[in-house]
């Protein structure tokens, strides 16, 4: 099939590379001159573990294509996918300029060109927007074409193995020609059985709000429940597992921290109260989430500040972990960059090491260091970051921090002295490495060295 990608981020990268490896010509469309340019030169642009070896393939074979052109791409391409931008806006609700933007250019391209074509919405919209778009590319064009709600599920980190075997797929549609295209272009990624929902529009819109505010929800329960069992005097990695194995309630997404962070979570949770408030229903349930999320993002530094009494003004504090979650360069919306923003503005100077996301996070703080009376200094590696420090604070679970060498970090801190925002380690074995260890939702453990 002959498709277009518009919006080569995260979402249109990954999407346009496992559609060229199914023997799809695929077009991706950005208006990123550079970002076009270093893609058609064989460079991926983002981390994304997998991608690399398929975007090298597809490229060399033919069939995965760059361009600022929007109107060669729709011309070229019979299926056109809009993974664009929907960030918030300042009301809370999704931001739809870059999608009907697009559409509205799309409408002008058909209008010449004349043939069928359907556009189908990747992006994660707000309910109606399928309608919306259809309107927009009506004012332009009166021909025919079809707008399909098809949400992308794929998670960072894991999105190459989720786009080409997804747990499921969902399509949103009323129209039959556009139904047979969409069940064509996906039987490949389905082949094991899994299943691909046909719906409404509507509904297809709502499913991917649903899952991932469903998701915000069960982070931000587990979050309280450690909490709860901090004041307690409980542990909850153990309540953990005795709620996870119920298989009511299942394993996954249990895992206790400094809150959800990403460019999805907080903002489809934001956006999905913003619908339901527009529709006259306050989600009680989603405004919690958010005010939880908020106070959790900054657990980890009330405990620093608590440990060293109010006042870490001159404290050298080692970070391992910078991305929003391991496996990702992508640092949008991470708790570090609050934690970093609060430990900076207190007067701590901060040593960080991250094994991808260093970069974003040295452009998104570019120009900004000198308003900070702390500092802030970007380390070759894991242990190079705790050379000197008062002690470390672990905010991304990367593997590589999962089983580091207690002896050579105790013996380049200034106090064997961790912060642990992800419940890495055994408390008890760090306790008797002669650690001070200060987790999420566990008993404070004091060295027993
Ligand atoms: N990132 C994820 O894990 C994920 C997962 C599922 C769904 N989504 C949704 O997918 C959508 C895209 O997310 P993303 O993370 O890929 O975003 P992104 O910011 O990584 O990528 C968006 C791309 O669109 C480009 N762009 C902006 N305006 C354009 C225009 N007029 N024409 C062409 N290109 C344009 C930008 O330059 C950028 O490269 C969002 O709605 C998001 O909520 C994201």
């Given amino acids: 099939m002959k498709i277009a990608i518009v919006g080569t981020g995260y979402v249109g990268l990954v999407s346009g590379t496992c559609f060229a490896e199914s023997g799809n010509q695929v077009i991706c469309v950005d208006i990123d001159q550079n970002k076009v340019e270093r893609l058609k030169g064989g460079e991926v642009v983002i981390y994304e573990p ?35 931008p929907t960030p918030p806006g300042e009301d809370g609700s999704a931001d739809l300029s870059y999608v009907l933007g697009v559409a509205e250019e799309i409408g002008k391209i058909l209008q010449e ?12 919209v707000p309910v109606g927007t399928a309608e919306k778009v259809h309107a927009k590319i009506a004012e332009n064009y009166s021909g025919e074409y079809d707008v399909v709600s098809n949400p992308e599920f794929l998670r960072e980190g ?14 949103g549609t009323t129209s039959a020609q556009a139904k047979e295209l969409m069940e064509q272009l996906y039987r490949p990624f389905v082949r094991q ?20 505010s469903y998701l915000a929800t069960r982070i931000t329960f587990m979050n309280e429940l450690a909490n709860i069992c901090e004041k307690v005097g409980a542990d909850v990695e153990v309540v953990r597992k ?6 009511r309630i299942g394993k996954r997404f249990l895992f206790p921290g400094i809150g959800y962070g990403g460019s999805c979570f907080p903002k489809d949770v934001q956006a999905l109260g913003k619908t339901s408030l527009q529709n006259g229903y306050e989600f009680k349930i989603l405004n919690s989430v958010m005010e939880v999320n908020d106070k959790q993002k900054l ?7 608590d440990y ?17 979650k391991p496996n990702t360069d992508d640092i949008r919306e991470a708790p570090s960059l609050y934690i970093i923003d609060a430990l900076l503005n207190a007067g701590a100077n901060l040593q960080v090491f991250d094994p991808e996301a260093m970069e974003n996070v040295k452009e998104y703080f570019n120009g900004e260091l000198e308003n900070y ?33 207690f002896a050579q970090m105790k013996s380049l801190l200034l106090s064997p002295t961790i912060f642990d925002g992800r419940n890495l380690y055994d408390s008890q074995v760090v306790a008797s490495q002669g650690f001070y260890y200060n987790s999420i939702g566990r008993k404070l453990v004091l060295s027993t060295s």
């Fill in 50 to 84: 997998g991608l690399e070896v398929l975007f090298e393939r597809n490229l060399k074979g033919g069939r995965l294509h760059f361009t600022t052109n929007l109107k060669q791409a729709v011309e070229a391409s019979d299926l056109i996918f809009l993974a664009l």
């Fill in 113 to 124: 060109h004349k043939q069928y074509k359907v556009v189908i919405n990747k992006s994660t």
């Fill in 158 to 171: 894991v999105a190459v193995d989720d786009f080409m075997k997804p747990d499921r797929v969902v399509v």
């Fill in 193 to 212: 059985g899994n299943p691909v929902y046909f719906m409404d529009e509507r509904s297809a819109e709502i499913t991917k709000y649903a899952a991932n």
């Fill in 242 to 247: 005795g709620m996870g194995s119920d298989s």
């Fill in 299 to 305: 657990v980890l530094f009330e405990k620093i500040k």
């Fill in 308 to 324: 060293y009494k109010g006042d870490v003004k001159g404290k050298t504090i080692a970070i391992w972990g910078l991305a929003f």
């Fill in 373 to 405: 009376s702390g500092k802030l200094s970007f380390c070759t590696d894991a242990y190079h970051a705790l050379d000197k420090a008062d002690c470390l604070a672990i905010l991304t679970e990367w593997s590589i921090f999962r089983t580091p060498d």
